[in-house]
């Protein structure tokens, strides 16, 4: 079965700093990948994706992330750290081949310190 | 355009009593799912809607749980009896029609279920 491991449990930056949460998947196969973040008593809300092409993706609040198959990571980065980037953040597969479940990871919650 | 709708946000509820929580998905997203999530761990699937078909339930712990979404539009999630262990919070996901396994979900705010 899918696993998706995500190093870390607490990362702490301070203000300013770059911001580097890792992802791993056990796939022989790319699946799809994705970066969720959740404020606190919130849902989860998509930060990027990666389906195909591109192996760097943008996306929102100034974070990307690079699929490296070698690897078999899914690295979230953001070059300077924001308050408001405090939050718990989750990488999550979908199988390309067997429907649309997501496995997610356990999560890294961000702390960003003045 | 509204989100994704739960309720209620929180309940505390004694071992052995009925809870309920009620979703209602963004509007004409077919698809809807169910997650759980533990405290400091990621959302675990219980349960994929499309339209009104349970497609997937295999991780849905049948002999206390139970679903709904009789119309293909709002869904409901019951436990009973409650157990200790299913305190945990509730999360409502959608996603539109035609979604592939690239397509986003959209997920409510969750419900947090505190049993004693």
């Known amino acids: 079965a899918q696993s998706v491991t995500q190093l870390g449990s607490h990362v702490s930056v301070s203000e300013g700093a770059l911001v580097l949460l890792r992802c791993n998947y056990s796939s022989s196969v790319p699946p799809y990948l994705f970066w969720y973040v959740q404020y606190p008593n919130q849902g989860l809300q998509l930060l990027l994706k990666?389906?195909?092409?591109?192996?760097l993706v943008k996306g929102i609040n100034g974070f990307e992330a690079e699929f490296k198959k070698s690897e078999t990571s899914f690295h979230l980065t953001k070059p300077s750290a924001h308050m408001s980037d405090a939050a718990e953040y989750f990488c999550a597969v979908s199988e390309r081949n067997y429907g649309q479940n997501f496995v997610f990871g356990p999560g890294t919650r961000l702390s960003v310190l003045p | 355009e509204a989100g994704v709708v739960q309720s209620p946000r929180y309940k505390i509820i004694e071992k052995k009593q009925p809870v309920a929580f009620w979703c209602n998905p963004i509007?004409?997203?077919?698809?809807l799912y169910w997650y759980r999530q533990n405290l400091g761990q990621g959302p675990e699937l219980l349960i994929r809607y499309e339209n009104e078909e349970a497609v997937d339930d295999s991780q849905l712990p049948k002999d206390r749980f139970s679903a709904e979404r009789l119309k293909g539009v709002d869904s409901t999630l019951k436990i009973q009896p409650a157990e200790l262990g299913d305190s945990a919070v509730y999360l409502c996901?959608?996603?539109?029609?035609?979604?592939?396994?690239?397509?986003?979900?959209?997920f409510g705010p969750g419900t947090r279920l505190t049993v004693l």
């Open positions: 996901a959608s996603s539109p029609p035609g979604a592939l396994r690239t397509d986003t979900q959209y």
């Open positions: 509007s004409g997203h077919n698809t």
């Open positions: 990666y389906t195909t092409g591109a192996t």
